[in-house]
């Protein structure tokens, strides 16, 4: 139901309030209704999808004719497709970080990596020095994390992988400036939103420190398990990305709403991605295959996370573990599903969602 304010500006239940319990209160935050009209054109969203797809199929070429698996960045497909089909997003308005934020993060995956064996702590470390990168730039750039993880998950210690990934951020922000010059002629009524009303509290960094100890109680447990079983493929990188956005924050991460179809989302990207270097090997044609299926499972899910089409390229990079890469993808997915709903649970408490919100 629809509570309108003085402004005229209205919020859905369904949005950022702690409403998953009758009893907790709501605090109506205003929200304009273009917020909810701020889209593409069916012909311009198309199109940038065609244009991530095709960047990333060039990265994926490059990467098989130069022998070097890890220069195809997986995070580049979430990257990629998020700033060119929402170019008013905040990835999208910080092009800087986005180039800077990933690298730094892979520097300290590829450190981290050359003095310390996987391990439970070593998952930690780089989650935490992720972490703090994030604060000291002020980014919100989640990929980062992801980069800092897949040189521990393959045991990568050259530095040519961070700058391999640079090189790549660098080939989407050179397609995403002219892109958003153009966006920002051609919706002008769009870019006159409010976008410090809208984009900094959807897509703010995460506030107070509440998350914090669910979020390594998760990660901890699962690494350890990965550790134990041989199985690194429980935690993928794009799987820590996702428990940090839907920990950090619940009431607007997009895909926090719908947790029962997080595991779905992510074994079927998965799966699309084992079948297409099945067939193709790791090639551009498995690259643009597991991709373009990837954004198609999204639509067809109604469901926007990013991440889960850096879960369908990484199979382009990693040992073939046949099917037990969707399979340890899925049970990831489903751990993360369980122990979210336990937090949103916990947070959902009257005493806990007064705390929470007044530390917003």
């Given at each position: 139901?629809?509570h309108?304010?003085r402004?005229?500006?209205?919020?859905?239940g369904?949005?950022?309030?702690?409403s998953h319990?009758?009893?907790v209160?709501?605090?109506?935050?205003a929200?304009?209704?273009?917020?909810t009209?701020?889209r593409?054109?069916?012909?311009?969203?198309?199109?940038?999808?065609?244009?991530?797809v095709m960047?990333?199929?060039?990265v994926?070429?490059t990467a098989?004719?130069?022998?070097?698996?890890?220069f195809?960045?997986?995070?580049?497909?979430?990257?990629s497709?998020d700033?060119?089909?929402?170019p008013w997003g905040?990835?999208?308005?910080q092009?800087?970080r986005?180039?800077v934020?990933p690298?730094?993060g892979?520097?300290i995956?590829?450190?981290?990596?050359?003095?310390?064996?996987?391990h439970?702590?070593s998952?930690?470390?780089?989650?935490?020095a992720?972490?703090?990168?994030l604060?000291?730039?002020?980014?919100?750039?989640?990929?980062?994390?992801?980069?800092?993880?897949?040189?521990l998950?393959?045991g990568i210690?050259s530095w040519?992988?961070?700058?391999a990934?640079?090189i790549?951020l660098?080939?989407?922000?050179?397609?995403?400036?002219?892109w958003?010059r153009h966006y920002?002629?051609k919706?002008?009524?769009?870019?006159?939103?409010a976008?410090?009303?809208?984009?900094?509290?959807?897509?703010?960094?995460?506030?107070?420190?509440?998350?914090?100890?669910?979020l390594?109680?998760?990660?901890?447990?699962?690494?350890?398990?990965a550790t134990?079983?041989?199985?690194?493929?429980?935690?993928?990188p794009?799987?820590?990305v996702?428990?940090?956005?839907?920990?950090?924050?619940?009431?607007?991460?997009?895909?926090?709403?719908?947790p029962f179809?997080?595991?779905?989302?992510?074994?079927l990207?998965?799966?699309a991605?084992?079948l297409?270097v099945?067939?193709?090997?790791a090639?551009?044609?498995?690259a643009?295959?597991s991709?373009a299926?990837?954004?198609?499972?999204?639509?067809?899910?109604q469901?926007?996370?990013p991440?889960?089409?850096?879960?369908?390229?990484l199979?382009l990079?990693?040992?073939?573990?046949?099917i037990?890469?969707?399979?340890?993808?899925?049970?990831?997915?489903?751990?993360l599903t369980?122990?979210?709903?336990l937090?949103?649970?916990w947070?959902?408490?009257?005493?806990?969602?007064t705390e929470s919100?007044s530390?917003?």
């Amino acid at each position: 139901m629809r509570h309108p304010n003085r402004s005229g500006w209205y919020r859905n239940g369904g949005g950022r309030g702690t409403s998953h319990r009758s009893e907790v209160p709501r605090v109506p935050i205003a929200i304009p209704t273009a917020l909810t009209e701020r889209r593409l054109t069916t012909r311009d969203h198309l199109a940038m999808e065609a244009t991530a797809v095709m960047y990333v199929v060039a990265v994926a070429t490059t990467a098989q004719f130069s022998g070097s698996r890890w220069f195809l960045f997986p995070a580049l497909a979430a990257i990629s497709d998020d700033v060119l089909t929402r170019p008013w997003g905040k990835w999208a308005s910080q092009p800087g970080r986005l180039v800077v934020t990933p690298t730094l993060g892979a520097a300290i995956g590829t450190l981290i990596t050359k003095q310390f064996a996987y391990h439970v702590l070593s998952v930690l470390l780089i989650v935490t020095a992720c972490l703090g990168l994030l604060a000291i730039l002020r980014s919100n750039i989640g990929p980062a994390i992801a980069a800092g993880m897949l040189p521990l998950v393959l045991g990568i210690t050259s530095w040519l992988y961070p700058v391999a990934v640079m090189i790549g951020l660098v080939g989407v922000v050179v397609l995403l400036v002219p892109w958003h010059r153009h966006y920002q002629r051609k919706y002008p009524d769009q870019v006159e939103v409010a976008t410090s009303d809208i984009d900094d509290r959807l897509e703010a960094p995460p506030v107070g420190n509440r998350w914090i100890l669910p979020l390594y109680l998760f990660l901890a447990t699962l690494a350890c398990y990965a550790t134990v079983s041989g199985l690194r493929l429980l935690l993928v990188p794009p799987l820590v990305v996702i428990a940090y956005e839907m920990f950090a924050n619940p009431d607007s991460c997009p895909w926090a709403q719908k947790p029962f179809t997080l595991p779905l989302a992510c074994l079927l990207t998965a799966t699309a991605g084992w079948l297409a270097v099945t067939a193709f090997g790791a090639s551009g044609i498995a690259a643009g295959l597991s991709m373009a299926t990837g954004i198609a499972v999204l639509r067809l899910l109604q469901i926007h996370m990013p991440p889960a089409l850096a879960i369908g390229l990484l199979p382009l990079v990693i040992s073939s573990d046949g099917i037990k890469y969707p399979i340890c993808v899925a049970i990831g997915a489903t751990a993360l599903t369980f122990v979210f709903l336990l937090y949103r649970r916990w947070i959902a408490r009257p005493g806990c969602a007064t705390e929470s919100i007044s530390m917003r």
